[in-house]
């Protein structure tokens, strides 16, 4: 991967206000992989039921979703995200999304992401579809 569109995605995903709101952050990023942390708040991301918001969860497989896809240096947006939630993270838990590329053509890529608790715990997963537009990244000036 080119080192300095690693470094491109690292400080877009910093200056993110939504991921910024959520707290998620970017901990790695390899050609075709990402993978993103975030603390589980309860005081803001529980749902009626004083569980996690689903929505949170989906949010850090996103997160891990998008740069992942745009490692090849252009960009690529979602198609199809199809989530399946396993478990309930506790309070207070560091979640981690991470996401593999699977197969990748000139305009079709899938990802595999599972999200898993500090313990290990599979939270969730997602199959994903991304469709790579060919356009370059625009914070990326090497495209």
Excluded: W
């Amino acid at each position: 991967m080119d080192p300095d569109l690693k470094k491109a995605i690292y400080r877009a995903v910093e200056k993110e206000p939504f991921a910024r709101t959520l707290g998620m952050r970017l901990i790695d990023l390899k050609l075709g992989y990402a993978r993103v942390e975030m603390a589980y708040q309860p005081d803001k991301m529980d749902n009626i039921y004083q569980r996690t918001h689903g929505g949170v969860i989906y949010s850090l497989i996103d997160e891990a979703f998008e740069t992942s896809c745009q490692t090849h240096g252009d960009i690529a947006v979602a198609l199809n995200v199809n989530v399946s939630y396993t478990a309930s993270p506790e309070p207070g838990a560091r979640l981690t999304a991470e996401a593999k590329e699977i197969t990748r053509s000139k305009k079709i890529a899938h990802y595999d992401i599972s999200v898993t608790d500090d313990a290990g715990r599979l939270i969730a997963t997602a199959k994903t579809i991304a469709f790579r537009t060919g356009k370059p990244i625009p914070f990326y000036e090497g495209s």
